[in-house]
């Protein structure tokens, strides 16, 4: 046990840094153990060399304290500042990968802005808010890559949006088209334009329905085609449209019209898709999701409502949304056409409320990540009001890479796109058998019988004259007004109302082709024992089989 005491060097060569500081200090040990042995007569040497070994002691605790403190010290610095640099390089690769992440994200908005000169109220002031919102967002989230606006009829709106919102977005156009002002379509971008195209609608509205406007404005499609956002990404090809809007019941709700400009979207989203690119529409497309314009975008065009892709569990119905409060219609409905929290809509009922702006996406390249209403908060004082008589929507995605690209599947579901077509030639022969008659025979009654009443107007005036002549001035003005509105009348009996029916028969002809087609395909399948089931997939994949 003496022996163990005496060695202070426990022999590890792991302590081998104990073992040279000791050392040095092993003399003097020594010293002071011979001293206690052997020198007991002497006290004051012994309490000499037992003051010194004290201070001797002191001073070797103190620098392995020192020493100790030291190592310690740069070891745990050493290793925290390796730590440090772990936590940054690991938060710096996480805001790296969501940067890329987000630079990999488009996001987009469609307004319907409600710029009708002399009816907008507050038009001037609200469109301006609306670019300073564009120009100026206050959050990353109000920061969109691509706009695309509706309703934007009046020359200086255009040019305040032109010129606000020119630094956040260097690629700006509005589209011409119509008699009066314009279809209102303009877009916004980040994103470099390459080419653009405009569709006007053939079935849009009737000349006689002046005080409406749909017919002069020359409501269209607006076809962008943008460059790839990034190396080896498709291409975007954005439809942006304003439909023939429903303004009542029955003849007036024109729902014929939309669902040929429905027919002539879907025919172009095809042709697009066909060609290689990301299809989007977008745009106040007038039409309810369970409405048979929708069905057509859906079913015969093949897009994807990207709404209901975010929300399949939440889905509902027109009856269902009716009992939610207005604020869940926005939030789980996506409400952004008639509701209450909208200040120019407010006396609406519940049920009234509805989607009618929507962003219909090609689901084998686009993937939606979020989308939401938007602009839903109103202007400050003294105007507080809502920015428009719609609320906009967003939707922000992804875009698949030219090697990720898959062929469009616009042919599937063959006995669904045979109903919608079966759907789309009664809504045509309907209207025809009956507003088009009706349209037609009475304006060609007016004209013949302006013209009996002019004849006969001309030959009272003589007599009239004769009587007073305060009356045959009066006989002259209405035999100008007779004779004006019976001329109108003619033009459009001649004209409009001719021009209407032939493009609603070219539409159809083009859908009883299709539907030839279709039923051709079922019913020599069925004569082949194909099953229910594999008449679903493509027209592509299984008519080979089937010869």
């Known amino acids: 046990m003496k022996k163990r ?36 007569s002497n006290n004051t040497t012994t309490n000499n060399k037992i ?9 070797l605790n103190s620098v392995e304290l020192v020493t100790l403190f030291f190592f310690f010290f740069h070891f745990f610095a050493f290793n925290f500042h390796s730590v440090k640099l ?35 109220k507050h038009r001037k002031h609200r469109l301006q808010a609306i670019a300073d919102e564009l120009a100026n967002p206050k959050t990353v989230e109000d920061d969109y890559d691509i706009v695309a606006l509706q309703e934007i009829w009046c020359e200086e709106d255009w040019d305040y949006l032109d010129r606000v919102c020119r630094n956040r977005y260097p690629y700006r156009r509005v589209f011409k088209s119509g008699i009066i002002t314009g279809p209102g379509l303009a877009i916004l ?9 405009l569709y006007r609608f053939p079935i849009n509205g009737r000349s006689s329905a002046f005080f409406r406007g749909d017919w002069y404005v020359g409501k269209s499609i607006s076809v962008t ?9 498709l291409p975007i090809a954005l439809l942006n ?17 939309r669902a040929c400009q429905a027919w002539d979207f879907a025919k172009l989203v095809r042709m697009l898709k066909k060609a290689g690119y990301a299809v989007i529409q977008v745009g106040d497309l007038n039409s309810k999701p369970e409405s048979l314009p929708y069905k057509i975008f859906t079913v015969e065009g093949g897009l994807t409502d990207s709404w209901n892709v975010l929300h399949k569990d939440d889905l509902m119905n027109a009856a269902e949304l009716a009992k939610l409060s207005p604020e869940d219609q926005i939030a789980l409905g996506g409400v952004t056409c008639n509701s209450r929290l909208n200040t120019w809509r407010k006396n609406r009922r519940l049920s009234e409320a509805c ?30 009001c809502s920015y428009s008589d719609h609320f906009a929507y967003s939707v922000e995605f992804l875009v698949s890479s030219v090697d990720e690209h898959k062929s469009p ?96 028969q070219e539409v159809q002809l083009q859908v009883e082709d299709a539907y030839t087609h279709i039923e051709s395909i079922l019913t020599r399948g069925q004569k082949n024992g194909i099953s229910k089931k594999k008449l679903l997939i493509s027209v592509e994949e299984y008519t080979p089989n089937i010869d």
């Open 355 to 384: 989607r009618l702006d929507y962003a219909l996406i090609d689901a084998n390249n686009i993937v939606p990540v979020t989308a939401g209403v938007k602009f839903t908060g109103i202007l400050p004082k003294p105007w507080l």
């Open 189 to 197: 971008s980040k994103q470099p334009i390459v080419e653009t195209f």
């Open 241 to 257: 449209s304003h439909m023939h809007a429903p303004y009542g019941h029955g003849d007036a709700s024109y729902s014929t019209h």
């Open 225 to 233: 085609i943008f460059q790839p956002h990034k190396e080896g990404s």
């Open 5 to 40: 005491k005496q060695n202070p060097v426990r022999g590890s060569k792991g302590r081998s840094h104990d073992f040279n500081f000791k050392k040095s200090f092993a003399p003097t040990i020594e010293n002071k153990q011979q001293s206690r042995k052997s020198n007991n």
């Open 409 to 504: 599947q616009i042919d599937h579901n063959l006995l669904e796109r045979e109903k919608v077509y079966k759907e789309l030639l009664a809504e045509i022969k309907h209207y025809r058998q009956t507003t088009i008659p009706f349209q037609a025979n009475w304006r060609k009654m007016y004209f013949i019988t302006s013209i009996i009443i002019v004849i006969g107007m001309h030959v009272g005036v003589v007599f009239a004259s004769e009587v007073s002549g305060w009356i045959s001035v009066i006989f002259l003005l209405i035999n100008t007004f007779v004779l004006v509105t019976g001329l109108l009348n003619g033009l459009i009996w001649s004209l409009g109302v001719r021009s209407e029916l032939r493009a609603l």
């Open 86 to 120: 772990i936590r940054v390089s690991m938060l710096t690769l996480d805001i790296s990968t969501d940067c890329s992440s987000r630079k990999q994200l488009i996001k987009l908005l469609t307004f319907n802005t409600w710029g009708l000169k002399f009816v907008s």
């Open 51 to 59: 003051f010194l070994f004290s201070k001797e002691e002191k001073l």
